[in-house]
């Protein structure tokens, strides 16, 4: 056996799967069954929250080729969702969904998607294959980047499509022999590497990240914080009733202030570095604001939108952290 059907064997088994692939990176894991799955004059629903890179391949690359998308508002009901889904081909799913964290009744929508016909495809990579399972709520197939929990050191681009259906299997296969998309026994190796901590690793990133998460939310610079497991967040009675646990992966609505001060803030941060690619030991912000615009049903927020990936220092220390960059906040005088 090699190395890579090593890790997919181990994939396919946190996954509750009868199989799964590996990609090049999460981005792939995602467009493979768009790609395998939808064909000229098909519609893709999608939340409008969704992972910007996916949007884009959406927008264009799949809108181009005679794919359209549909996006339902990222806190629509779940009868919007399924409503939505009237003559569609497939649904994609976040959950969370990227930036604001809006949860969806994964079962609900998935069976109602089932009964009409559509297939589901969710990006399971908040919950890494390990706090939830797609499959086993319905959905037909569940991808993640590996690149960040699984493989956990933030040393690698590797993405993973799991599928409790063959046939639905067998047209990812031939997609992914087609584009030739593959990965290298190194990547796989260091994968593996990383699986083999990921459930200490998540229990530490979820404790770390609840701690600061209620820390935050008490603090008056802070609207609001998103984050399900947090009691209180959006979609923290949907994550207490289907999630095993967490990422430690959240969003922070600011009370006030401006994107200048927002990115005052991150270069006040010591501990936290500045980037994008979460899931390693590292804990990092971002400011997304930005993103927002690229809605069209944007939320209403308070102020700056700051992302935070709560990593494996001590939640006392990024605390620390987080106190004296807000420290600047509060002599700017934006509102409490």
Do not use: C
Not at 107 to 123: H, N, S
Not at 186 to 193: C, G, H, K, S
Not at 304 to 329: K, N
Request: proline letters at 5%.
């Amino acid at each position: 056996m090699t190395v890579q059907h090593e890790l997919r064997a181990l994939i396919a088994e946190m996954e509750g799967a009868i199989d799964a692939w590996l990609t090049p990176t999460g981005l792939a894991a995602v467009t493979i069954p768009l790609l395998a799955l939808t064909r000229p004059g098909d519609t893709v629903v999608a939340t409008d929250a969704a992972y910007g890179p996916s949007r884009r391949f959406l927008d264009r690359h799949m809108a181009a080729r005679g794919v359209t998308t549909r996006y339902h508002p990222a806190d629509a009901t779940t009868d919007q969702i399924i409503g939505a889904m009237d003559g569609a081909k497939l649904l994609l799913i976040e959950s969370p969904a990227s930036l604001t964290f809006e949860m969806i009744d994964v079962p609900a929508v998935a069976a109602a998607a089932r009964e009409k016909g559509v297939l589901t495809v969710m990006d399971n990579t908040w919950a890494a294959g390990l706090a939830f399972r797609p499959l086993a709520h319905g959905v037909d197939v569940s991808v993640q980047a590996i690149s960040k929990y699984a493989a956990g050191h933030s040393d690698l681009l590797m993405g993973a499509v799991a599928v409790s259906d063959a046939r639905i299997g067998k047209a990812i296969f031939n997609t992914i022999e087609d584009m030739g998309w593959h990965t290298a026994p190194d990547e796989a190796w260091l994968a593996l590497r990383g699986l083999r901590t990921l459930p200490l690793r998540m229990n530490e990133h979820a404790r770390s990240a609840l701690q600061v998460a209620a820390w935050l939310q008490d603090r008056p610079e802070v609207a609001r914080v998103l984050y399900p497991p947090l009691p209180g967040s959006v979609g923290h009675d949907l994550w207490a009733r289907d999630y095993a646990g967490a990422a430690g992966l959240m969003g922070v609505v600011f009370n006030g202030g401006s994107e200048a001060d927002a990115e005052a803030l991150l270069d006040a941060l010591t501990l936290f570095g500045l980037g994008y690619s979460w899931g390693g030991f590292e804990s990092l912000a971002t400011h997304e604001t930005s993103q927002m615009t690229l809605r069209r049903h944007a939320p209403a927020l308070k102020g700056p939108l700051i992302r935070l990936h709560i990593g494996l220092e001590d939640p006392a220390d990024l605390m620390a952290d987080l106190d004296q960059a807000l420290t600047g906040w509060r002599s700017r005088s934006y509102p409490a």
